[in-house]
């Protein structure tokens, strides 16, 4: 089974401080992704990865940014945290598309974010 | 353009009896659709997904989906509702040949399972 593990799942921060939330996939998939969850929003995607070292803008991109130096970590990082950043994130990852990328996302279980 | 509706914000049953969420889709290619669930203060998880071998798809703890092309549909069902089954349901359709962007999510449905 995949497994999809992301590195805190409650994480208080205080405005303008740099936060960095990490995950970590152990399947050598090529595709990750980080989302935010918001009531009333659903899901939206801040930046994908499809290989190491390559990322593109999701929807909502402004005040992120991300890593990736390895394929198994994709890490997303808040420059100067906001209070309107609280929210939950959701890393995943999946098969780069082609005849494979039938195969679903695999997530992790969340990182639920405050900014005070 | 790809798009994915979830006809019900909320859907409210009795325990053992039918569940049906539904979903519809809009999509300019043969698509893979998904449905997942998610817990409270847990990530998604993979119920089902469709990828054209067969039109009736089975999925984990008893749910399955059924695809109608003609209708543009993707309905989740259940033949006898439990308990652990409350929790929120996503329709997601994607291009396989597509990057990112291209994973359309639904808005959600909550199922709340009365006893």
């Known amino acids: 089974d995949v497994k999809v593990t992301q590195s805190s799942r409650y994480l208080v921060k205080r405005t303008g401080e740099k936060v960095f939330l990490e995950c970590v996939q152990d399947?050598?998939?090529?595709?990750m992704f980080w989302y935010r969850q918001d009531p009333g929003l659903g899901l939206r995607l801040i930046y994908f990865s499809y290989d190491v070292k390559m990322k593109e803008k999701g929807d909502i991109p402004e005040g992120y940014s991300v890593s990736r130096e390895k394929k198994e970590r994709f890490s997303l990082i808040l420059e100067s945290a906001s209070t309107n950043q609280t929210s939950m994130y959701l890393c995943?990852?999946?098969?780069?598309?082609?005849?494979?990328?039938?195969?679903?996302?695999?997530f992790g279980d969340g990182t639920r974010l405050s900014i005070l | 353009a790809q798009s994915v509706t979830q006809l019900d914000s909320h859907v409210s049953v009795s325990e053992g009896t039918p569940v049906l969420l539904r979903c519809n889709y809009s999509?300019?290619?043969?698509?893979?659709l998904f449905w997942y669930v998610q817990h409270p203060n847990k990530g998604l998880q993979l119920l089902l997904k469709?990828?054209?071998?067969?039109?009736l798809v089975k999925g984990i703890n008893g749910f399955e989906a059924e695809f109608k092309k003609s209708e543009t549909s993707f309905h989740l069902t259940k033949p006898s509702a439990h308990m652990s089954d409350a929790a929120e349901y996503f329709c997601v359709v994607s291009d396989p040949w597509s990057s990112a962007s291209k994973i359309i999510f639904g808005s959600g449905t909550r199922l709340s399972i009365r006893p």
């Open positions: 995943a990852s999946r098969p780069p598309r082609g005849a494979r990328s039938n195969q679903p996302q695999h």
């Open positions: 469709y990828t054209s071998a067969a039109t």
């Open positions: 399947m050598d998939h090529e595709n």
């Open positions: 999509s300019s290619y043969s698509p893979s």
